[in-house]
């Protein structure tokens, strides 16, 4: 099994999405996570995907269909090429990473799961006027508390930014004094920030 | 005392699940697994009967002690539930037992009344609030064969248990 992460952006068009995973689907790629998202009018992919190697049990046959062996080695020349057309048609720039097994097998730092009680998930809004430095100093903060980024998303429209994240926080750290350096720099940044619980409750 | 396997959102029977026609010793015995399993399972507060696969209108719930509890009934187990009435959608995010990798932002009534029959065949209706309104429409949604992946309101509702270390 050999894991890519896929980049492609360009501006926003009907069948993007359509083409982009029909070249993968036809080449026996499975798409494990993702997000799509548009970004200033730019729409914005990034996935993992995943492709056997067509020799041994189970494998996918070969994606050629004309008795070439579909080697694993040669697998991401493969799939850029049959982006590539998907990319000239709708104007992408597209880039393939290999992540070795290790990589995607640990792709963050220590935190344990929320439900044993050894983390704690906060969601924190932030909005007002743009600036310079509005997410590097909101995130300084958490990185100072130990806490790590797991979900960051920011929108600008006209002049108003909104920056909404999900943040891990260690048991060992404090949420009170966290929210307190939170509220100091938004204020000095002149925007608003909530923090609110994001731990989920098992039912 | 009787332990089951709760079931993965794979296995788990996505076909609404069947009203009890009376309560039987079939029933009994459901009851004492659902609660059973319910009180092995660390932090279990409600387990609906398609998550130990049978697919029968019947769960338990007891959210005593939760932070975000209000009203509170106390151990309940249930069968035919059926919603009356709901109202003051929240959203919040919620996990499940048999979706163990993920949670989901799900918008749920905060406010709720549902009626139903208890272990011993009594018609029971319960008028509740917040986290036990929570759960209750949790469970009731498994027996309509629905999990809360069914109920996120976008892509950005959907979100990783666990950070692997
Ligand atoms: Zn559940």
């Known amino acids: 099994m050999q894991r890519y992460l896929l980049y492609a952006n360009g501006p926003d068009r009907v069948g993007i999405v359509a083409s982009v995973t029909k070249s993968l689907a036809e080449l026996q790629c499975n798409l494990e996570d993702s997000r799509m998202t548009i970004l200033h009018g730019q729409f914005s992919i990034m996935m993992v995907i995943s492709v056997c190697p ?4 189970g494998a996918p046959a070969s994606p050629a269909g004309d008795g070439q062996k579909y080697e694993d080695t040669n697998s991401k020349k493969l799939i850029e090429n049959a982006l590539a057309e998907t990319a000239g048609h709708f104007g992408l720039y597209v880039s393939l990473v290999t992540l070795d097994d290790l990589s995607s097998a640990v792709p963050s730092q220590a935190v344990a ?12 809004s932030v909005h007002g006027a743009d600036k310079i430095g509005i997410v590097s100093s909101v995130v300084g903060q958490i990185a ?7 979900d ?5 429209v006209d002049n108003a930014y909104v920056l909404v994240m999900t943040i891990a926080l260690p048991e060992d ?10 509220v100091r720099v938004s204020s000095e ?15 | 005392m009787s332990v089951k396997r709760v079931v993965t959102h794979q296995e788990i029977d996505k076909k609404p699940a069947l009203d009890v026609q009376s309560i039987d010793n079939f029933c009994l015995t459901l009851a004492r697994d659902l609660l059973d399993t319910m009180h092995a399972s660390p932090g279990c507060v409600g387990l609906a ?10 769960f338990s719930v007891n959210v005593t002690g939760h932070k975000k509890t209000k009203t509170c009934h106390g151990e309940l187990v249930l069968f035919n539930p059926k919603i009356l009435s709901g109202d003051a959608p929240v959203t919040a995010r919620e996990g499940c037992m048999s979706v163990p990798e ?9 406010n709720l009344a549902i009626a139903g029959i208890g272990i011993n065949g009594e018609e029971i209706k319960i008028e509740t609030d917040a986290f036990e309104a929570r759960a209750l429409q949790h469970e009731i949604d498994h027996l309509d064969g629905l999990l809360f992946l069914d109920r996120l309101a976008g892509p950005g509702a959907l979100h990783i248990r666990k950070v692997y270390k």
């Open chain 1, 173 to 182: 750290a404090s949420a009170a004094d966290l929210e307190k350096n939170l």
């Open chain 2, 49 to 58: 009967a398609p998550q130990i696969g049978v697919s029968v209108r019947a």
């Open chain 1, 144 to 150: 100072d508390s130990g806490a790590s980024v797991v």
């Open chain 1, 152 to 156: 960051l998303a920011t929108r600008l």
């Open chain 1, 113 to 124: 799961d929320a439900s044993s009680g050894a983390v704690e998930y906060l969601c924190i």
């Open chain 1, 54 to 57: 067509s020799s041994g049990d």
């Open chain 1, 189 to 203: 940044l002149g925007v608003s920030c909530n923090v609110s619980s994001a731990s989920p409750d098992v039912l």
């Open chain 2, 102 to 110: 993920l949670t989901g932002d799900v918008t749920r009534f905060e």
